[in-house]
DNA sequence: CATAAGTGAACGAACGTTCATTTTTATTTT
DNA sequence: AAAATAAAAATGAACGTTCGTTCACTTATG
């Protein structure tokens, strides 16, 4: 599309930015030294501050950039919008697909949290919000087919159940003590879409 | 109940516990001193080290000690077991209650995940599990009441679901951009409870 | 009075950042 | 196309801090 060549200086940039993303998701923030990152991007130290005022602008750069909902509202737009029972479960599929084919995405988010306290949420949520809205609308234009919750709650819960089932996913995998159950996002799936208690129609 | 006094060292030995968890929620693992945590706990750099070999111990100590499953846990223990209805309802109350009672508890975690990469989750899980079992077990005795779905999903689900509810009403609390809903917890039951698609009865 | 606990200076290593200097790049002038 | 040139990029030593840990020593405890 856009043929014109990166200059130097742009391409050495990415690389900074590549490598601190790698040692900040390996190691956290305060953990990830600049030599390190000089090292990985192939610079010298003093080399990095060409491009970056000090180490936190990288790291505020990169969340803006990356941080996981970025990758993920695309998809769920992508899903097919028929009926929310089908939405539902494709947008879940996606959503736990993508974030498998990028186990890192979630840890910079945390280091946003744990390390800066969520100084920079406000940024990203603006930033963030006009890809979330026309989600939420969709949610909220089939009023009869869902029960009554706001759209935005809505919103929340699928991300809020479908992220956490990624996570323990994640954590449970490396732990041998608890076995992971096949099927696990099928069965968080039917919760969602019909909940937990059984159908009363029977009696 | 106890009424041997503490020994000296024990009582020191507490306050550098104290001193070292306030710390590290505060700024995470790495960005937190072993001069911040002495100052704070009143003693000397070098006096630490009389009680703790490294800093890695104090954090190894209180993850196991402190991880939101133990203070959660007890608590969904003694919610009313009569119906599966009502135990959901109440148990998520006392979740999201002792969960705003102690905000910082869930960061514990997060610095495990984010600067020790879940080194220590093993451990936690298997110190965990003897009273994670007895709640799974009451899910899977409510066999009529209750979808068919495996009693540890059911939990994982229902974990996963209040956290993040409780975690993005943090985040969002902070946030002026997006205002949070009231009785959104009574949502995330409902959907925990009945799902998200309109009952079809009427049909 | 033996041992546990506390002290604070000292150690070497690593940290983020600065800076004088050199090299490379991209553009302009021959 | 070659040479000139100003700006951008890269270098690595150096600065002042701070880090986790050690240690010889003093004080307090049981």
Redesign the pocket.
């Known amino acids: 599309m856009d043929d014109t060549?990166l200059?130097?200086?742009?391409?050495?940039?990415q690389a900074v930015m590549q490598a601190a993303y790698d040692l900040f998701l390996e190691h956290g923030y305060?953990?990830?030294?600049?030599?390190?990152i000089?090292e990985r991007a192939?610079?010298?130290?003093?080399?990095?501050?060409?491009?970056f005022?000090?180490?936190?602008a990288i790291f505020s750069e990169l969340i803006l950039d990356r941080h996981p909902y970025r990758q993920i509202l695309p998809i769920m737009l992508n899903a097919p919008a028929d009926d929310p029972e089908s939405f539902v479960r494709s947008a879940a599929q996606a959503m736990v697909a993508e974030l498998g084919k990028r186990p890192d995405f979630i840890k910079l988010m945390l280091i946003e949290i744990v390390e800066f306290n969520g100084r920079n949420m406000p940024k990203i949520m603006e930033s963030v919000l006009p890809e979330v809205l026309p989600l939420v609308q969709r949610f909220g234009q089939q009023k009869g087919l869902l029960r009554d919750i706001p759209p935005f709650i809505f919103f929340r819960a699928f991300l809020g159940l479908f992220f956490s089932y990624y996570i323990t996913e994640l954590l449970i995998g490396d732990t041998p003590i608890i076995q992971t159950q096949s099927h696990a996002l099928d069965h968080f799936i039917e919760i969602f879409l019909h909940g937990v208690l059984a159908n009363k129609e029977t009696a």
């Open positions: 060549p200059t130097k200086g742009e391409r050495t940039r305060a953990a990830a030294s600049m030599r390190q000089a192939g610079l010298a130290l003093g080399g990095i501050y060409n491009h005022p000090n180490k936190e």
